[in-house]
């Protein structure tokens, strides 16, 4: 905690802003743009408190973002089909966000991130509140996203089931990147050991 995990992403997404260096998605420069537009270049947010409607159904909470966009009416329908089904949230479409579990709710947040069809996903905390089953549901849908070319930064506590994940790791200390790299590298790394991980870390 107070690393600046967070801070980082509140910065990419345009929420706060640095105090030096710049943004960029794909070369594109993004730190001067509001949040609105950097969205619709391509980046998605998913915070870690809760974002869904939670007096809304699930379908209406794909509905509202499936509405902002330029589509028809019938567009617009399969769009919203096409995201109920995506990440098995189909039987729950009439179910009311508020009745979700953890798991559940994750999956819709993620869907409603995927409407706007995102280059890259920032996700703080993807694995916090959520029982095993639905972080491994989680690992397996960002493994999805991946195969997808969808780029996805992650910053959680939850070490083990984020490093079995990712293609590279920062760890960051005192608002620092104390080391980088690989997930294997990162767990015989002495510094990591030392400051965060443990020398009986393993995964």
Request: aromatic share 6%.
């Amino acid at each position: 905690n107070g690393a600046g995990k967070t801070t980082t992403f509140y910065i990419i997404v345009g929420l706060v802003s640095p105090t030096s260096g710049e943004v960029y998605l794909n070369e594109n420069k993004l730190s001067d743009l509001p949040m609105h537009k950097r969205a619709r270049m391509g980046m998605a947010y998913l915070p870690q408190e809760p974002s869904v409607f939670r007096k809304m159904t699930v379908e209406q909470n794909i509905r509202a973002v499936a509405e902002t966009l330029p589509l028809n009416k019938s567009q617009k329908n399969e769009c919203v089909e096409e995201h109920l089904n995506e990440l098995g949230l189909e039987r729950l479409a009439k179910q009311k966000a508020y009745t979700l579990s953890g798991g559940e709710r994750r999956r819709l947040e993620i869907s409603r991130a995927l409407v706007a069809k995102p280059k890259f996903l920032l996700m703080d905390e993807p694995f916090s509140g959520v029982d095993p089953i639905s972080v491994s549901e989680v690992q397996d849908i960002i493994i999805q996203l991946k195969k997808r070319a969808i780029g996805v930064l992650i910053t959680d506590h939850n070490v083990r089931e984020t490093l079995r994940i990712v293609d590279r790791a920062y760890l960051l200390h005192e608002g620092s990147i104390l080391s980088s790299g690989t997930s294997e590298f990162l767990i015989n790394d002495a510094k990591s050991r030392e400051f965060y991980l443990g020398n009986n870390f393993n995964l």
